[in-house]
């Protein structure tokens, strides 16, 4: 019961491609990346107790903070959009 073999390994990568499909696991790898980025983020941001950086002290966002703003804004842009599709009438 070690680590497991490369064998292993493919049978894992063939049931992930047969239960999601080619075309969504881009886009879970992204978002899986994404959220564990995020997390080290948060996690490494508790253990400090200092100031913050200068450039966020004077209202400056950081890459990150930028990066999820755009993101906040993409999703709700996204649902206006779909809702608009929605009650638009069919001609």
Do not use: C, N
Request: positive net charge; charged residues 25%; proline residues 4%.
């Amino acid at each position: 019961m070690g680590s497991l073999s490369l064998a292993h390994w493919l049978i894992v990568a063939a049931a992930a491609v047969l239960l999601f499909g080619a075309k969504k696991l881009p886009d879970t790898a992204r978002s899986v990346g994404r959220s564990l980025r995020i997390f080290k983020a948060e996690v490494t941001q508790e253990g400090q107790d200092q100031e913050p950086p200068a450039a966020v002290a004077q209202g400056q966002l950081t890459v990150e903070e930028q990066a999820r703003r755009l993101e906040e804004q993409a999703a709700r842009l996204r649902a206006q959009a779909a809702a608009e599709a929605r009650d638009k009438p069919v001609t």
